[in-house]
């Protein structure tokens, strides 16, 4: 079993920066991939970025590509969603979670944070 909480959302204006966290407990050893999602009122979750653990390879939806950064620190078991030059379209409820094997899916989830950028 794997435990993940975020934090970090708030509220930022639009241009500034946040940066999540997603810590992790329990079973981290048996993580393959942490990704993170977001979803909007109306909307369906989405997959924002993902970072797997051993080879450090990231992914990032386009609508974000050249303002988000994931990052991973394994001795803390946690990963990062830097966020810059934030727009209001960017807010939304923002879920890490937990792939543990490449067969598959995302097992664990948090339970959100949310991020509000005003205009």
């Known amino acids: 079993q794997v435990q993940l909480v975020e934090s970090g959302g708030g509220l930022v204006q639009a241009g500034g920066s946040l940066r999540l966290s997603c810590a992790a407990s329990?079973?981290?050893?048996?993580?393959?991939?942490t990704g993170w999602f977001r979803q909007a009122p109306g909307q369906q979750r989405k997959v924002v970025a993902h970072?797997?653990?051993?080879?450090?390879?990231?992914y990032y939806a386009e609508v974000v590509k050249g303002r988000f950064t994931i990052s991973r620190d394994n001795a803390k078991n946690t990963v990062y969603l830097q966020m810059n030059s934030l727009k209001p379209e960017d807010t939304a409820v923002y879920y890490c979670a937990a792939m543990p094997t490449v067969w598959s899916p995302y097992d664990y989830w948090g339970r959100g944070t949310q991020v509000t950028v005003s205009s």
């Open positions: 970072i797997t653990w051993n080879s450090g390879s990231t």
């Open positions: 329990g079973r981290t050893f048996s993580m393959y991939r």
